[in-house]
C-alpha cells in the first residue's frame, strides 16, 4: 500500500501564492506519473498538473502560466506552486500518484486525503 500526505492549503487573497505538497510513502517500487487534481463546489474533479517519470509536463488551460508542478524523486514528493491564484481556483486539491509496488507490476492509483484551497479577499 502507498500512502500519500498533502499540505500547504489555505485561505490566500487573489493574487497571492501557495505551495502544495505530497509525500508519498509505504511501498513503492516506481512511479510512474504524479499530479494533482481539484475538485470546486458543484463542478466535475478535474486534473491540474501532472509530471511523467521522463519529466514531462502537463497543464490544464486554466493554470498554464501560473502553477508549476515539481518533484523531488529522492523524497517520493510532489509540489505544486501557485501563483496569481484566482477566486476561481477555489477548491479541494488532490495529489494522485500512479505507482507499482514491485519490478514488473502494474501501477496502481492512489489518492490523497485533499487539502482545500480559498482564494478570497
Known amino acids: 500500500q502507498v500512502q500519500l500526505v498533502e499540505s500547504g492549503g489555505g485561505l490566500v487573497q487573489p493574487g497571492g501564492s501557495l505551495r502544495l505538497s505530497c509525500a508519498a510513502s509505504?511501498?513503492?517500487?516506481?512511479?510512474?506519473?504524479m499530479a494533482w487534481y481539484r475538485r470546486a463546489p458543484g463542478k466535475q474533479r478535474e486534473l491540474v498538473a501532472l509530471?511523467?517519470?521522463?519529466?514531462?509536463?502537463k497543464y490544464a488551460d486554466s493554470v498554464k502560466g501560473r502553477f508549476t508542478i515539481s518533484e523531488d524523486n529522492a523524497k517520493n514528493t510532489v509540489y505544486l506552486q501557485m501563483n496569481s491564484l484566482k477566486p476561481e481556483d477555489t477548491a479541494v486539491y488532490y495529489c494522485?500518484?500512479?505507482?507499482?509496488?514491485?519490478?514488473?507490476?502494474?501501477?496502481?492509483?492512489?489518492w490523497g486525503q485533499g487539502t482545500q484551497v480559498t482564494v478570497s479577499s
Open positions: 494522485n500518484v500512479a505507482a507499482a509496488y514491485y519490478d514488473g507490476g502494474d501501477y496502481l492509483a492512489y
Open positions: 509505504g511501498s513503492i517500487f516506481e512511479i510512474n506519473t
Open positions: 509530471i511523467g517519470s521522463s519529466g514531462s509536463r
